[in-house]
């Protein structure tokens, strides 16, 4: 069983026994969707620590979508708790990457495409580029933090 996963039921236990309904909730979604993801598919498997991740990523941008949204709706109660369920699931995730971080690995990035190509990539090789950071950042940062970065390196 995946390692994250066990921390996962572990921790929910734990909540479970302090009463806390919030965190329990929280935990119960995270392994049914974890569950979920493990039954798609033509047949059953078991998770890695990275694909757990992956899903809990998609669940806390779940979370801050549905802020947003009542958030605009003018429901700031409904927000609010969605924005916690959101950070409850963050404490699972690695830390993410800062702008001055994330532009470093894409300069990086760049850097090294262009010893092994023996030119600088243009904007057609922007999807090698995106696969090569995507590799690197590892679920520490959002592809649509990355696009940019890597769009005004091979432009400029």
Request: hydrophobic residues 45%.
């Given at each position: 069983?995946?390692?994250?996963?066990?921390?996962?039921?572990?921790?929910?236990?734990?909540?479970?026994k302090?009463?806390?309904?919030t965190?329990t909730?929280?935990l119960?979604?995270?392994?049914?969707?974890?569950?979920?993801e493990e039954?798609?598919?033509?047949?059953?498997?078991?998770?890695?620590?990275?694909?757990?991740?992956?899903?809990?990523?998609k669940?806390?941008?779940?979370r801050?979508?549905?802020?947003?949204?009542?958030a605009?709706?003018?429901?700031?109660?409904?927000?609010?708790?969605?924005?916690?369920?959101?950070?409850?699931?963050r404490?699972?995730?690695p830390?993410?990457?800062d702008?001055?971080e994330?532009?470093?690995?894409?300069?990086?990035?760049?850097?090294?495409?262009t010893?092994?190509l023996?030119?600088?990539?243009?904007?057609?090789?922007m999807?090698?580029v995106?696969?090569?950071?995507?590799?690197?950042v590892?679920?520490?940062?959002?592809?649509?933090?990355?696009?940019?970065?890597v769009?005004s390196?091979?432009?400029g």
């Amino acid at each position: 069983m995946a390692e994250l996963k066990s921390k996962l039921r572990a921790d929910l236990t734990a909540a479970m026994k302090e009463r806390d309904n919030t965190v329990t909730g929280v935990l119960r979604m995270a392994l049914a969707a974890v569950n979920v993801e493990e039954v798609s598919g033509k047949q059953a498997r078991e998770l890695t620590d990275e694909e757990v991740l992956r899903v809990l990523g998609k669940e806390a941008k779940k979370r801050d979508e549905s802020a947003e949204a009542f958030a605009a709706a003018g429901r700031d109660d409904q927000a609010a708790a969605e924005r916690a369920e959101g950070e409850i699931l963050r404490r699972y995730l690695p830390k993410q990457l800062d702008d001055a971080e994330l532009a470093q690995l894409v300069q990086d990035t760049v850097a090294e495409l262009t010893a092994e190509l023996g030119e600088k990539p243009g904007m057609k090789q922007m999807g090698q580029v995106m696969k090569a950071v995507n590799a690197k950042v590892a679920g520490r940062a959002e592809g649509g933090r990355v696009a940019p970065l890597v769009k005004s390196a091979l432009a400029g």
